[in-house]
């Protein structure tokens, strides 16, 4: 089936310092999302994305949050600077459109450690 | 308070068995999807269910729906060892833009 990609697997940094995360979308997907799971916990929505703007975010997309995909590319997840409660796997996915009954595509995610 | 709950953390059975994993969520919804997620992968949709609809099947998979007591299943019948993974509901609500909101997942163990 259709795959999202995401790179790198695991990042570790140090507190304080920027991350990009990236997401290879399903190609032809319009609408993107972040999620983040904490080990051990349920996994949460952080942002939504489509034509180039943010449509919805959670209380967790914190001011040092960005997204952007620029020029069709990955569709990235940028955290600056990082704190220690950043430490998180974060989820890519996709869909062809943005209605509540249309098919999120997952990546298998991003293991984000802050020290 | 969680939105959306599997209410057993973790459930062991012997392949060929039949299997049930129970979701509750706290508001009105759209839509409830479950998803399943195997180690080192993302989800993976299994059934979407509509907030109109009671039942739904895919392949070994039926899942139902009850608005009235706000609680969801997932059952699995002739379970194989593959469908070892972590079994999700997320719930749909009517914010326009597919924002879900998970359950913390039921760890589904199936052992030869």
């Known amino acids: 089936g259709p795959k999202v990609l995401q790179i790198p697997s695991h990042q570790i940094i140090d507190m304080g310092q920027m991350v990009t995360l990236n997401c290879d979308p399903v190609s032809n997907h319009l609408y993107f999302y972040w999620y983040k799971q904490i080990l051990g916990q349920q996994m949460e929505f952080l942002v939504n994305f489509y034509n180039g703007k943010v449509m919805e975010k959670s209380k967790l997309f914190k001011d040092q949050f960005s997204v952007e995909r620029p020029d069709g590319s990955y569709f990235t997840l940028k955290i600056q600077p990082t704190a220690l409660e950043d430490s998180a796997v974060y989820f890519c996915a996709s869909s062809s459109s943005g209605g509540a009954l249309a098919e999120q595509f997952f990546g298998p995610g991003t293991r984000l450690t802050v020290l | 308070s969680q939105l959306a709950e599997e209410n057993l953390w973790a459930l062991s059975v012997h392949e060929g068995e039949s299997v049930t994993v129970n979701c509750s969520y706290k508001?009105?919804?759209?839509?409830l999807q479950w998803y399943r997620q195997k180690s080192g992968e993302g989800p993976a949709q299994l059934i979407l269910i509509r907030s109109n609809e009671r039942e739904k099947r895919n392949g070994r998979l039926r899942a139902t729906l009850d608005t009235s007591s706000q609680s969801s299943s997932l059952s699995i019948t002739a379970t194989r060892c593959e469908d070892t993974a972590v079994y999700f509901c997320a719930t749909e609500h009517d914010s326009g833009y597919n924002k879900l909101t998970f359950g913390k997942g039921t760890v589904l163990l199936v052992s030869p």
């Open positions: 508001t009105s919804i759209t839509a």
